[in-house]
Nanobody, 128 residues
């Protein structure tokens, strides 16, 4: 079992930066893949970035590539999402997720169906 707790959301102006953190607690197995998703009210959850723990390979959705960076601090058991050059369209509830499946495709894509463990989410609001 894996527990995830996000922090770091808030309100910023366009062009600003935020760093989201996701504290990881594992009780039975360590995840192979971790990811960040976001969701706006009335819309489907979107995969923003993913990470395959073993290889360090990363994936970003096209709209955030070059602006967001996913990373992990193993010692602190924390996943991060560094968000730069934020745009109003980045406004959403951001959630981290973990998969303990060996065959998860972190680093290649980010699909909701692959992730069993989810944090509660943290709100990011970007004003123009």
């Amino acid at each position: 079992q894996v527990q995830l707790v996000e922090s770091g959301g808030g309100a910023v102006q366009a062009g600003g930066s935020l760093t989201l953190s996701c504290a990881l607690s594992t009780y039975t197995s360590n995840p192979y893949c971790m990811a960040w998703f976001r969701q706006e009210p009335g819309k489907e959850r979107e995969g923003v970035a993913s990470f395959y723990v073993g290889s360090g390979r990363t994936y970003y959705t096209a709209s955030v590539k070059g602006r967001f960076t996913i990373s992990q601090d193993n010692a602190k058991k924390t996943l991060y999402l560094q968000m730069n050059s934020l745009k109003p369209e980045d406004t959403a509830m951001y959630s981290c997720a973990a998969s303990t499946r060996l065959t998860c495709r972190g680093g290649y894509t980010a699909h909701v169906s692959e992730y069993l463990y989810w944090g509660q989410g943290t709100q990011v609001t970007v004003s123009s």
